[in-house]
């Protein structure tokens, strides 16, 4: 296994100072535990006790400790006293005429990250945020042009699917016939940040999502994208085994290095090697390319070949992402009919290549065009309460 990427970056403790209540939301079941035993419970209860408190918070998404009629009221008082089920704060919730929804999330010190809810016929996809801001400086990324400020806790990633859950009213009603219908039937790691420098947060929030006796995400319902930090690629095939997508978005390292400068560090060869072992390592059918088309920089028939040439023996789908606008951005998006002349090629090369629709565009939700209201401005409250009554 390879040693872990760091940064010198902040990432806030679970424990809050001079002796604050711990944040229950994004310890994994071993870590509760612990924390259980530390807080008083009895040994021969603890495990016990780790299988009621996670049913309630993951399975009937409770907030408040009183409301856990199978526990003691002695004990929930305990817990009342000892922890919190934090979740980040909704700040504004835009609505886009498509029926995506944009959240900007408060965490703790103040800092805002965003996510998006976006619905589709028989599936819902939450898109998650890992950090603050984003280090890679992508120059067809609007996030990236916000600095990066920290990583985000387990419990700030994992709060980001309750959040939604809170807001699409998804928690099953006791006592009422089983419904299997998944609003959220999806997550994919693709908002601000890169998920492979805040490794260890991204991979327990994981263990926790995709814990059967709670959210129960299948792991084959979960994506990570990275830029290609390389050296964390075998393990997260490893520690995590979700599926994998790659923004790739170029066929040369002349240009790859101008749009994900990433590559200065592990080139396109570095990169496609460790692609190759994925999908043996983590058992996962095929790996996502993603492509975002920016007229006349990589979206020539010649990239597309090179592009089918350079991924030959990967298991893999190519996804085709019109270049979604940005005020000042430094790129147009290809034309329609340029998009599909390169998909064409890639489908005939023997590829899945869809084309990737727009969503949320109006309210700046769109792939590559998330960042915080602090760098933007806010709006006035007249406009987000009626944003509120809209939604």
């Known amino acids: 296994m390879s040693a872990p ?10 424990k809050l100072p001079e002796g604050g209540r711990i944040n229950i939301v994004g310890l994994t079941r071993n870590q509760l535990l612990d924390a259980l035993l530390e807080a008083g419970t009895p040994a021969k209860q603890a495990k016990m006790r780790v299988g009621q ?9 409770v907030r408040d400790f009183a409301q856990m009629t199978n526990l003691a009221k002695e004990y929930r008082a305990l ?23 944009k959240y900007l999330l408060r965490i703790a010190g103040g800092h805002e990250v965003e996510a998006v809810y976006i619905p589709e016929e028989g599936r819902g996809t939450l898109c998650v945020s890992s950090q603050v801001g984003c ?22 990633i994992v709060g980001q699917l309750l959040v939604a859950r809170d807001d699409l009213g998804e928690w099953p009603i006791p006592g009422a016939p089983k419904d299997e219908t998944r609003l959220v039937s999806n997550m994919v790691l693709m908002g601000m940040g890169e998920p492979l420098y805040n490794f260890e947060s991204v991979r327990d929030a994981m263990q926790v999502v995709m814990d059967n006796e709670g959210l129960s995400l299948s792991r084959r319902r979960i994506t990570l994208s990275t830029s290609g930090v390389v050296p964390e690629i075998a393990r997260t095939a490893e520690e995590i ?20 400068p990433i590559n200065r560090r592990w080139n396109i060869e570095a990169l496609l090697a460790a692609l190759r072992e994925y999908p043996r390592l983590s058992n996962s059918e095929r790996i996502t390319f993603e492509y975002v ?19 030959r023996g990967i298991p893999a789908k190519i996804n085709l992402i ?15 009919e340029r998009i599909q002349a390169f998909a064409d090629i890639v489908h005939k090369a023997g590829y899945a290549s869809p084309i990737r629709t727009p969503r949320g565009e109006d309210i700046m939700a769109a792939c590559g ?11 006035s409250k007249a406009q987000v309460a009626a944003e509120a009554a809209a939604g």
């Open 53 to 61: 408190v996670w049913q309630w918070i993951y399975h009937w998404g």
């Open 293 to 311: 088309m920016l007229d006349g920089v990589n979206d020539s028939d010649a990239d597309a070949r090179r592009l089918v040439k350079l991924i």
């Open 5 to 14: 990427i760091t940064q010198d970056v902040l990432t806030i403790p679970r």
């Open 322 to 336: 019109p270049f979604n606008e940005w005020p000042g951005a430094p790129y147009k998006r290809s034309s329609w």
């Open 241 to 260: 085994g979700c599926l994998l997508a790659v923004s790739f978005h170029a066929t040369t390292d002349e240009v790859r290095n101008t749009l994900v």
């Open 135 to 156: 280090t890679l400086t992508c120059s067809f990324c609007h996030t990236g042009t916000q600095k990066l400020v920290r990583n985000l806790t387990p419990g700030e």
């Open 369 to 379: 065009q998330l960042k915080s209201a602090t760098e933007r401005g806010r709006k």
């Open 79 to 101: 817990l009342t006293e000892k922890f919190e089920i934090g979740l980040p704060e909704i700040v504004t919730r835009q609505v886009s005429a498509d029926g995506t929804r």
